[in-house]
Structures are given as C-alpha cells and as structure tokens.
C-alpha cells in the first residue's frame, strides 16, 4: 500500500509539473519572438507565404484573444503580384470559463481594412484552392452527442470596416468588385432578434455599371424548432453607368424569408423590387429544398416603361437596338410550379403584354 501511494503521488506531482509546465510555457510564448517559426509552418501547411508585419496580441484569461495588425497571405504562383489576403486588423476573443458549461461567450469580431483578391485564370484554375482537397472515401467523423440546441451561443457582434474584394475570372471573361464594404451585425443572444446593417461600392465591367447600396434587416431564430425568419430584408442602392438613363438611377428592394429545417422549406413571402421605371413583385414556396429534387410553387408579377433601357443596362445593346422599335412597356403576370422529383414543370397562368403582342394562357 505505502508502495502505491508513493506511486500515485509521483505521478500527480508529475502530472502538476507537466501542467504548471504547460501553463508557464503558454504565458511566456511571445508570438512577436516567434514569426519567422509561424510563418515557416504555415508555409508547410498551405504553401503560402505568411507576412505577419504588425504586433500580435494574445490574452489568455479570463478571455482568450487573438489580435493581429497587418497581416497578409500571398497569392498562389501564376497568378498576380496581389496578395490573396491583406488585413490591416483583426481581432476575436472567446471567454473561457463559460465554455465548461457548453456556453460559448464571444466579444465582438473586429475586422478592419480587409482585402480579398480572388482570381480565376483561363485554364480554370483557382487562387483560393489550399492544397489538396479530403479524400472523398474518408470516413466521416462520429457525432459527438451534443446538438446546437445544447449549446449556448452568445456574439457581441461583428464589425467589418473598409473592407474590399476584387472578383477577376478570366474564364468567365468577367470583372467584379465590392469596395467600403462595412457591416456590423449586432449582439447575438440566443432567442433574441439579431440586427445586420451594410453598406458597399460594387463594380462590374460587363455590363459597366456600379452601384451604392445598403442593406439593413433582422434575423429571428428558434434553434429549438429549426426556424430561421429574415424579415425586413431593405435593401437601397443608386446605379450609375454609361448606359443608365441620366447616368444614375434608384434602386429598392424589400422582401422577407423564412426556412424551416425540420419541415425542410423555404418561404420567400415577400419580394418587391423597382428600378429603371420597372417593378417587380414574387411569392415562392420551396418544398424539400435540402434535398437535390425539391418542389418550387411561385408567382411572379412584372412590369415596366422600357424594355430596351434594361437591356442596355444589362449590357445586352444589340437586343436593346431590337426592341426599341417595338412596343416598350411590358407587363406579365404568371405562376409556376416545378417538381425537381418528377422533372415536371407547369405554368398554371400566364398573362403578358410584350413587344406589342398579348399572351393570355397556361404551359
């Protein structure tokens, strides 16, 4: 027995020593001391190169943080000088003691001066593409038991400013960029109405337009009953381009969506949308829509002044000249209904006053 106990103690004190060991070690690690090793071993995982040029600030307790001041991951050989990723600051934090009773305490997420090059070169090949991807015949990774709904979850928000992104495909021969990009989502607190509010500059080259837009809505969520409601989504935005009518016009959006998980559909009750002179409104139901053959049941209501100025606005100027001789305004009213299961697909009613001809029918 005295043998046991002699035993048992060591392995406690060495156990203790492993430990305060450990917990030394974590206090003193200084990552500023320590770049060159992080971005060696980063490199060694994705084969990017990892510039960490700004302080980095870790804090262990009672929250543990991470903050990170102009930091950069390089592009993938053969394609641009631009890095892949630059960041001015970022900055998250989880609080600790929560996290033994299955609650999760996140402070606010803080990203400032954010800039995301993504490219697509002629061959199809990607700059966002790490390595390779998992084997498809891996095993999948057993439950652990404990569902979201066991979970607690409480952000502080996010907030994204001066953020950027450049969209180049070479394949597709298209060009877009979001430029001001700034969003803060409010605190999320489980059960309670969750606020987003956006702002961002978007660019395209073809068609040559640009727009201001901003974005404002409310999420509501029942993680117990799978229901998820965005409702108001405002969206507002001015268009600008060659081929908009006094070089600017208004945009507005207004709709409201809601899915359930468990009854496993998606509800679009709300959707009017006006713009160049044109409005249009939408209802849709989408049944099974995890699945790959889901059922969609909508309505659609459209119209407008000028067909031939949407066209040219949406760069589509030879079919705009076409047009332009012809009866402009348009109006059609239809529903739809479409079975993915089955691969039958039916337009119940269809009424439309276009290019001068009335259609009145069903498909």
């Known amino acids: 027995m005295k043998k046991l106990i002699v035993i048992l103690g060591s392995l406690i004190a060495l156990v203790l020593i492993v430990v305060i060991g450990g917990v030394a070690y974590l206090l003193s690690f200084d990552p500023n001391q320590n770049k060159a090793l992080i971005a060696s071993k980063f ?71 954010l800039a995301l090059n993504l490219e697509v070169r002629g061959d199809g090949r990607n700059n966002w593409t790490f390595g390779d991807t998992a084997a498809p015949n891996a095993a999948p990774e057993e439950s652990s038991g404990t569902s979201i709904s066991d979970i607690k979850l409480i952000l502080g928000g996010v907030d994204i400013r001066d953020t950027s992104l450049v969209f180049d495909d070479q394949f597709a021969n298209s060009h877009y960029q979001l430029n001001n990009l700034n969003l803060q989502i409010g605190e999320l607190v489980y059960g309670e109405p969750l606020t987003i509010n956006m702002s961002l500059d978007a660019a395209s080259r073809a068609p040559q337009l640009s727009a201001a837009l901003a974005l404002s809505g409310t999420v509501l969520y029942d993680l117990d009953r799978a229901r998820y409601d965005l409702t108001p989504l405002a969206l507002s935005a001015t268009l600008r381009g060659p081929e908009v009518p006094s070089g600017a016009a208004d945009l507005t959006l207004n709709t409201a969506l809601s899915a359930d998980a468990k009854a496993d559909t998606l509800t679009l009750s709300q959707l009017e949308l006006n713009a160049l002179g044109s409005h249009l409104s939408a209802t849709a139901e989408v049944k099974k829509f995890s699945s790959a053959a889901p059922s969609v049941d909508a309505k659609l209501d459209v119209s407008g002044d000028d067909l031939a100025v949407l066209l040219r606005v949406l760069g589509q100027s030879d079919l705009a000249q076409r047009v332009a001789s012809l009866e402009r305004s348009f109006k059609v009213q239809s529903s739809l209904t479409a079975n993915m299961d089955t691969g039958a697909l039916s337009v119940p009613a269809l009424s439309a006053k276009l290019l001068g001809a009335t259609i009145d029918g069903k498909v």
């Open 43 to 113: 490199k060694e995982a994705t084969g990017r190169t990892l510039a960490l040029d700004g302080p980095i600030t870790l804090s262990y307790y009672p929250w543990f943080g991470l903050s990170l001041d102009q930091v950069s991951i390089s592009n993938a050989d053969g394609f641009s000088a631009a890095p892949l990723l630059h960041a001015n600051h970022l900055a998250a934090r989880v609080k600790l003691l929560p996290l033994l009773s299955k609650s999760i305490e996140i402070d606010t997420v803080h990203v400032d001066g």
